[in-house]
């Protein structure tokens, strides 16, 4: 699968700590060969993310992306559950 960063998510994600950022590329290597795999959590999102997905990094961070084709997806955010949400 061809995987691309949004400019917003990349200047989020090098803000995070090192553990989390850990946590999203392991997450992101079980992505590129199942995107729904069940440890992801892999689900639509409603509301101002219509359109989008998300994953679970932790338990409270999540990854926000979208499917650009069957085999591309691009992930636009990231944050934890409530700031994402609020």
């Known amino acids: 699968m061809r995987i691309s960063f949004h400019r917003s998510f990349e200047k989020k994600f090098k803000k995070l700590d090192a ?3 850990k946590a999203f ?3 992101l290597k079980l992505f ?3 995107a729904f795999h069940q ?4 689900h639509a999102l ?3 993310y219509l359109g989008y997905r998300s994953i679970n990094v932790t338990s ?3 990854a926000i992306f979208s499917f650009l084709s069957e085999d591309s997806a691009e992930f636009d955010d990231i944050d934890n559950h409530s700031n994402l949400y609020k």
């Open 25 to 27: 590329y392991l997450k």
């Open 39 to 42: 440890e992801l959590n892999n």
């Open 19 to 21: 553990k989390v950022k």
């Open 60 to 62: 409270d961070i999540r």
């Open 46 to 48: 409603k509301g101002k």
């Open 32 to 34: 590129a060969m199942n």
